[in-house]
């Protein structure tokens, strides 16, 4: 185990007779900037909810598995503790006049885990093997997405792959070009989609090259154990171009289905990390205030209204949705129901986006009790009252959480406007059915953000959106979102954006996700400030208790 | 005997072709495929990845190309949802693990509910009968599904005994808590089963017989009564075996063991039709075959039942 | 599980040994033996007491079972103890809905799924049995052949497979609970038919010129109603057991009703948290109405086969 922690007597010294507590035999170690001193074992343990889709950079399409592989595998660019571009592979890149090619240049000490080089091949590889039909990748529309040259045609199998935009120029040269100038395209290599890969050794292994016996990575970490429905465990790689500033040994992901069951096993010290469940924070804050932790993500919570023509001729009309939008009492769910650490919402998008500055809205403004005012006028002058009472339909997915939101939310409505909601719960895959298919009245909807960008979320709702399960269409909207794409601030045309959300109302926004952890207070370094949750095990380490 | 085992044996084969049929159809009906997700996929990457797994072919065709790479190649096909890993890897990495707990539980569950059920019918209406009985009836009655954390939270936060899940290999301090948690239910039943047919059998008259000769109760117990006692108790076992593999979603769900219960809810949950069909298949098989042993050890214990 | 039970099995055993034919008083005497078994009696006087309580409950309650008591929503742990004086007796739900409503609801969706689960279990698997058994031949084996299918599916993928195709339904349920449960008593009657049919006095009737039909009705389900009822009785708590494990998986009735398996779920959920009482009360609803289950089905058993004891 190599570590660069300085070891000086002194400080070991200074800091025995401070905590009067340190009997370690050993020489303890220190962290290089803040001091800390660092704990003998350095494993860091979490909760998992399930086993990942895959560990396959460019096949892996859920956020636990990508946590790992980001761990394993790097790319390009990664991110900080605040979710800045740093280097990673490549120590910069150039980008050309007309914002249309990028030019990455490797470091030359980059080195797989069997030992050989990493070279501007393996990322061609990796490009085109993520955009090749072949290869099944559910995320083959990212390279779609960042634009690149000829992937629409490569998906779509006009074209093989090897006409992708992407060269080697020499082994420390990439190349990358574009069909349009994309602001945020380097944001876009710290996605695990274009992580570089093996040729070789995928070519021996075939789909089971990603068992630890098989597995070559250039991440940090190797891929030590994986026992599916159990853990998955990555130890240090000492090929690893910057192994020496690793300070973390080890990471284990434990799969743990039930997050009571998880809360337990953190509560008796086998895990470092784990989620809070729904109506806990405030308890375990007053409990445990060093490790329950929250901090605002990338996500937002809402309901749609269905505005198809198979949707209830009540919900084309502004003011019902309004109406239900401000009886819904947002402070409750919040903190009754799911127990505090979550921003309620009034705007679609959150605020914690960068660029993104939400308008003032009405509602937001309001008192509760104005609100509560304002939606029986309007539900009044819409036509609905005691003797023609608003009755709908609401779904949401199978689960605990939505269940008590959807029963709140319904109660809401019932006990302030007097309207009848049937709820009704659906297995996760009839629910997306159902719902894609608008056979539907109001639907749960989440949304997490592909990047740190408003219009991640914002084009949910544009009409030609494949997201948009409501089928909300307004012009002046779709303008603004078209006038975005190109224009030099965004910020005033987004929060114009939120303003027709908040006359037009096609959803309701209930409230922005946060991460509500149980954190051990031994956890160093863990980047609360980075809304997209971009992890790596790399940049933690382990303080001495 | 011979013949007969080979007969029963070659009737389960068309038993499972069926089987197979009516769970690949039914698995269909239900809305939604393996790739339906919260990001709709753009309509030519749903394309390409339904070309790659054979999804895009007639329904006829892709069951037969299922059974014929079974035939022919002893494989299952890939799993839709853990894409690095086939089905016969997820069956190879987990069965042995729901093999592994469920016996042990099976084997706790009967050892100790027969155990319970003699002790019980031998002192009929003493306190031993009254302890044993409502014991079985209560274990029998709680959900086996609070077991879990009950255990957890018991052994792991207040004692500090035991680890909160995980495997590792099948290492005894990961097995105790699954195994009570899944033997549980069973014990009670076994005990009841046991106690009443033990207690029909005593007042039989080859028993009374014995009696009448002086012979020694424990003789009488286990040369004579066993055998019958045991009949019944044999044939609720043998579901009772299969049913403790397949049956185990919770065990896996809460102790993070790593078994084919859990992979079993949620193949079916997350339309991986691949790997619902080959747990099926494994179940129905090992269905077919534990009747079969069920009805053979029936002869065994029954002398007047031939084949 | 599921009607693959250990009475099912030593049903079976016994069935051999059933005396079909009894005479008028099969069930006098049986009445008179199962009121002096005392284990059944007390369990049919506490069984009434819950189905009194399910029924008379809801006029003592103040709460109804969806409303939500925002005053004392925020802080579960120490506002929604159970208390006489706000009206929640048995405390609060983890969402401010007053307990004892949701347990009466409960209950009565528990009982009532135990009741037409059983009851479909009767109809079909009767049916089938008699049919199959009756007429004999190459239908009793394709009857049969189709029956021995359905025992090999595992019962996870039936129960997920219809609650996913049919949603979330009292319907849905039944159904689902009944297509798993009919199996075993089609074959107890259709093993009970074959004795039957080989009776003489079954043989005179066919002699007289009564047509098929009519001796099944007249002669053979009549002397199946004691196997039959017994074992319906014990398919009861069976029912109850595969609801709450259907509950387990998400896959039970929809909010805003709710079944003893889904309050148990839930509490067993939040056990750890110092709120007890929302496990507690459910759960002792439930493990009462197993017990007494059994007892009366074992006291039914007893009555009606008075071959021993």
């Known amino acids: ?545 | 005997m011979l013949l007969y085992t080979l007969r029963r044996l070659l009737v389960a084969i068309p038993t499972i072709l069926l089987l197979v049929i009516a769970a690949f159809f039914m698995m269909h009906l239900a809305p939604g495929g393996p790739f339906t997700s919260e990001r709709p996929l753009p309509p030519e990457v749903m394309a390409n990845i339904q070309a790659q797994y054979g999804l895009d072919q007639p329904l006829w065709k892709q069951l037969w190309d299922y059974f014929f790479n079974i035939v022919v190649n002893f494989d299952f096909g890939p799993s839709f949802v853990q894409k690095d890993r086939s089905v016969n890897d997820v069956i190879a990495q987990g069965f042995p693990i729901s093999l592994t707990y469920g016996a042990l539980s099976f084997l706790a569950a009967t050892v100790i509910g027969v155990i319970l059920g003699i002790a019980a019918a031998t002192r009929h209406n003493s306190w031993v009968d009254y302890s044993a009985v409502s014991l079985g009836i209560a274990a029998q009655a709680l959900p086996n599904f609070i077991m879990g954390p009950i255990l957890i939270l018991v052994f792991t936060l207040w004692l500090g005994l035991l680890p909160g899940g995980g495997w590792n290999g099948g290492q005894w301090e990961y097995l105790i808590m699954p195994v009570i948690a899944l033997a549980t239910s069973y014990i009670g039943s076994i005990a009841r089963i046991t106690r009443s047919s033990m207690l029909e059998v005593m007042n039989s008259n080859f028993i009374r017989t014995a009696r009448a000769k002086g012979l020694p109760d424990r003789t009488i117990i286990w040369r004579h009564a066993m055998k019958p006692t045991l009949l019944p108790v044999v044939s609720y076992l043998g579901p009772v075996f299969v049913y403790v593999l397949t049956g185990s979603v919770f065990v896996d769900l809460y102790f993070s063991t790593g078994g084919l219960g859990q992979s079993y809810v949620s193949s079916a949950l997350t339309r991986d039709y691949a790997v619902l069909l080959g747990i099926t298949i494994l179940y129905g098989a090992l269905t077919v075959i534990v009747n079969l042993l069920t009805d053979l050890a029936y002869a065994w214990f029954d002398p007047k039942i031939r084949y | 599980m599921f009607g693959r039970s250990e009475k099912a099995a030593a049903l079976s055993a016994d069935i051999t040994d059933f005396k079909a034919v009894r005479g008028r008083s099969l069930f006098r005497d049986a009445m008179g033996r199962f009121v002096r078994n005392k284990a059944a009696m007390a369990s049919v006087v506490i069984l009434t007491l819950i189905v009194a309580f399910v029924i008379f409950g809801p006029l003592f309650a103040v709460w109804d079972n969806e409303e939500i008591d925002w005053a004392n929503m925020g802080d579960i742990r120490r506002m929604g103890a159970p208390s006489l004086e706000n009206g929640h007796y048995f405390g609060l739900d983890e969402l401010g809905r007053d307990l004892y409503s949701r347990t009466i609801q409960a209950t009565r969706t528990s009982l009532l799924v135990g009741l037409i689960g059983a009851t479909m279990a009767l109809i079909v698997g009767t049916a089938w049995g008699v049919i199959a058994g009756f007429y004999g031949g190459r239908l009793d084996s394709v009857m049969m052949r189709f029956v021995d299918i359905l025992l090999a599916i595992p019962l996870t993928l039936v129960l997920i497979l219809i609650l996913v195709v049919a949603g979330r339904s009292f319907i849905a349920l039944f159904l689902a609970l009944g297509a798993v449960s009919w199996l075993t008593m089609a074959r107890i009657v259709r093993g009970q038919t074959l004795t039957l049919k080989t009776r003489e006095f079954i043989e005179a009737a066919r002699a007289g010129g009564v047509s098929e039909p009519a001796i099944i009705f007249r002669h053979i389900l009549p002397n199946l109603i004691g196997v039959v009822i017994v074992y319906a009785s014990l398919l009861v708590p069976e029912m109850i057991l595969a609801e709450s494990f259907i509950s387990f998986l998400g896959l039970g009735i929809s909010e805003p009703m709710t079944s003893l398996g889904k309050l148990i779920a839930e509490g067993a959920g939040t056990m750890a948290y110092g709120t007890l009482w929302q496990l507690m009360f459910p759960l002792f609803f439930y493990v009462t109405i197993i017990i007494t289950m059994f007892f009366i089905g074992d006291g039914l058993r007893d009555a009606l086969d008075p071959k021993d004891r």
Not at chain 1, 355 to 372: K, V
Not at chain 1, 383 to 404: R, V
Request: a negative charge; one cysteine or more; charged letters at 25%.
């Open chain 1, 1 to 545: 185990m190599t570590r660069i922690a300085r070891l000086t007597l002194t400080a070991l010294l200074s800091s025995t007779v401070l905590t009067g507590a340190a009997t370690a035999a050993f020489a303890q170690e220190t962290h290089p900037e803040t001091g800390e001193e660092l704990a003998e074992d350095q494993t860091f343990t979490y909760r998992l909810l399930d086993d990942v889709s895959s560990l396959d950079p460019q096949i892996v399409e859920d956020v636990d598995g990508s946590d790992v592989v980001r761990d394993l595998f790097e790319g390009l660019m990664n991110q900080d503790a605040q979710g800045n571009l740093v280097p990673g592979v490549a120590t910069g890149y150039e980008v050309s006049d007309d914002n249309l090619t990028y030019t990455f240049t490797l470091r030359e000490d980059a080195r797989w885990s069997n030992g050989e080089p990493v070279t501007a091949e393996d990322f061609v590889y990796a490009w085109r093997r993520a955009a090749d039909p072949a290869t099944a990748s559910p995320y083959q529309w990212f390279m779609e997405l960042m634009s690149i040259e000829g992937a629409s045609e490569v998906i779509s199998g006009d074209a093989e792959p090897d006409t992708l935009g992407v060269r080697a120029i020499d082994p420390q040269t990439f190349e990358v070009t574009l069909t349009t100038p994309l602001p945020y395209f380097a944001q876009m290599t710290t996605h695990s989609t274009t992580f570089p890969t093996p040729q070789s050794v995928i070519e021996e292994h075939g789909n089971s090259w990603t068992q630890p016996e098989n597995i070559v990575s250039n991440g940090a970490y190797v891929l030590t154990e994986y026992r599916p429905g159990e853990r998955i465990v990555r130890e240090r790689n000492e090929e690893y171009w910057n192994n020496e500033e690793t300070i973390l040994d080890r990471t284990v992901g434990l799969i743990i289905n039930d997050e009571n069951v998880a809360l337990t096993r953190y509560l008796a010290g086998e895990l470092d990390r784990t989620e809070i469940p729904a109506g806990q924070f405030q308890r375990l804050s007053e409990e445990y205030p060093e490790e329950a932790t929250s901090f605002p993500r990338l996500c937002n919570y809402y309901y749609t209204f269905n505005l198809s023509d198979s949707g209830p001729e009540a919900f084309k009309d502004p003011n019902v949705r309004k109406a239900l939008a401000l009886a819904v009492d947002r402070e409750i769910i919040v903190n009754n129901v799911k127990g505090g650490g979550w921003p309620p919402a009034y705007t679609f998008t959150p605020d914690a986006v960068a660029g993104f500055s939400p308008p003032t809205t009405e509602m937001a403004e309001m008192t509760q009790a104005e609100r509560d005012e304002r939606a029986k006028e309007l539900l009044a002058e819409a036509g609905y009252g005691e003797d023609n009472p608003l009755e709908f339909d609401m779904i949401y997915n199978t689960d605990e959480a939505h269940q008590k939101i959807a029963v709140v939310m319904s109660q809401m409505w019932k006990q302030k406007l007097g309207v009848e909601t049937n709820l009704s719960n659906m297995e996760w895959k009839v629910f997306l059915e159902t719902r894609g298919q608008q056979d539907f009245d109001l639907a749960r909807g989440a949304w997490c953000g592909d990047y740190n960008e408003a219009s991640t979320f914002l084009d949910l709702l544009d009409t030609d959106s494949g997201y948009n399960d409501g089928k909300y269409s307004n012009p002046d909207y779709d303008a603004l979102l078209e006038e975005a794409k190109t224009a030099e601030d965004t910020t005033p045309l987004y929060t114009e954006a939120e303003e027709i959300i908040a006359e037009d109302m096609p959803v309701i926004p209930i409230y922005h996700y946060a991460g509500v952890y149980m954190l051990d207070s031994d956890v160093g370094n863990w980047p609360t400030e980075n809304v997209e949750q971009n992890w790596y095990s790399r940049n933690l380490y382990k303080i001495a208790e």
